[in-house]
């Protein structure tokens, strides 16, 4: 007996009605970008590992999936390396390429090898399947696609201001409500140069943005397990865990970072986005979240994250400004801004609400019963003239029991059959049946284009 075929853990089948779900989304994407300016690129689903390793921290560059090298890899590799079982040293050796993490790291190596035939700043977005080698959980995956938008070659914070109308936008559209959270790495920079920790940025970043998922005191446990001293992480509690409006914060923020420069610049940056965001009607809730560091070590600047208000789940969307990126590929003083849809868990959103437009996930609208060569024959045209008119319209390819064909129609809720039989033919006309209703009419080619349109 074969064995039951089956599929990587954290990876997904899609549907036909599921694909119709996620081109919905990406459409919708799509279409709000566009209307801001962005043109579409792609890059490849590999990359070089030289252009990955080191751009996302160590704990990216452990979920990195790498890829073999092709023919005999093991003929350069010694003895001793073999029986080592260094899995980190021996897939150095033999793997060359990875698997992409994100796109952001790919549109920076794609700027710098593209320069001279780009206009900047450059609005570019892509819509591209990503591979994590993460543990597979709830709306957590190992391939999934991103919706980027990044704005490179431009310093000014109208882009952030931008980005942000682009995600209320966008999920006005869907009709979730969410939280958008907003923070700078300055103002995190600052506050650990306030706690005399200024060496340990990367680690406590780390630890603070996993604080809605592990709590205070596990976020505490890590960070003392990084070396910070208990008094430092007991500076940090007040502000991590600071209340009050966004305006608030910002005062708060002011007297607390007042010995910080970078700080400072900081607060001065997140307070003009703000600004500038009460004045735009936008419909989400924006919120200053000190607790919110994107563990990601190319973010310089203002950072998003957006969460769901109805459904417990992650991230949906996030993003943030990273002044130095090109810079590793040879290509120093670009800055550049931007935000990622994850489309597998707003797919999983629109879902659980279950805020599909009907249009959105319809397949097709009419059937042509087949009764046979000439009642076949009669219908083509017809089909043709309502295919012609923007109607998703198929015919049953085979003569088989009316029975049959009429349970296909409901199986894939067709709202309308056409039937067509000898007298149907005399008349020059098409039985149009109404699915939904069970009504029934004789019309004409014209009449029934109407009607299936109405």
């Not at 790498?66 to 040293?89: C, P």
């Not at 793997?95 to 700043?121: N, Q, S």
């Not at 919706?147 to 000014?156: I, L, N, T």
């Amino acid at each position: 007996m074969a064995t039951k075929p089956s599929i990587p853990k954290g990876t997904r089948d899609f549907s036909p009605i599921e694909m119709a779900k996620r081109n919905y989304i990406f459409n919708t994407i799509r279409e709000t970008f566009h209307k801001f300016g962005y043109q579409q690129i792609e890059t490849p689903s590999m990359e070089n590992l030289s252009t990955l390793m080191g751009k996302y921290g160590d704990e990216g560059d452990k979920l990195l999936f790498k890829i073999q090298n092709s023919g005999d890899y093991f003929s350069a590799l010694t003895d001793e390396e073999l029986l080592s079982r260094n899995a980190a040293k021996l897939a150095s050796k033999f793997c060359e390429k990875g698997l992409r993490y994100d796109l952001t790291v790919p549109f920076a190596r794609y700027v710098v090898m593209h320069r001279d035939e780009i206009t900047f700043p450059f609005k570019r977005y892509q819509i591209q399947p990503v591979w994590r080698a993460d543990r597979p959980q709830k709306g957590r995956y190992r391939e999934f696609y991103q919706c980027d938008a990044d704005v490179v070659g431009s310093d000014s914070l109208l882009n952030e201001v931008e980005l942000v109308q682009m995600i209320d936008a966008v999920f006005t559209r869907f009709g979730v409500r969410v939280s958008i959270k907003i923070n700078n790495r300055k103002i995190l920079s600052g506050i650990a140069e306030i706690i005399g920790e200024a060496d340990k940025i990367v680690d406590i970043t780390v630890a603070i943005d996993k604080l809605d998922k592990i709590g205070l005191d596990n976020v505490n446990a890590e960070l003392a397990s990084k070396g910070i001293p208990q008094e430092a992480i007991d500076k940090l509690q007040p502000i991590i865990l600071l209340s009050g409006t966004n305006a608030e914060k910002l005062e708060t923020l002011k007297n607390v970072l007042a010995a910080s420069e970078t700080g400072m610049k900081g607060i001065e940056e997140s307070e003009f986005i703000l600004n500038t965001l009460n004045g735009l009607n936008i419909k989400s809730e924006i919120e200053l979240d000190l607790t919110l560091a994107r563990g990601l070590n190319y973010y310089t600047g203002a950072i998003f994250e957006v969460k769901a208000l109805d459904v417990q789940i992650g991230s949906i969307s996030g993003g943030g400004r990273y002044d130095n990126l090109t810079g590793v590929f040879g290509m120093p003083g670009v800055s550049g801004v931007g935000i990622s849809f994850g489309a597998d868990r707003i797919f999983d959103v629109l879902n659980q609400l279950d805020l599909y437009p009907k249009e959105a996930v319809n397949g097709t609208q009419l059937l042509f019963v087949n009764f046979g060569a000439a009642e076949a024959s009669y219908c083509l045209p017809v089909l043709a003239k309502a295919r012609e008119a923007g109607i998703r319209a198929e015919i049953y390819p085979d003569a088989a029991k009316m029975k049959k064909q009429m349970s296909y129609a409901n199986a894939k809720e067709i709202p309308f059959v056409a039937i067509v039989g000898e007298n149907e033919m005399k008349e020059g006309k098409v039985m149009l049946k109404n699915m939904v209703s069970g009504e029934q009419n004789l019309v004409s080619a014209e009449e029934l284009v109407k009607v299936v349109m109405n």
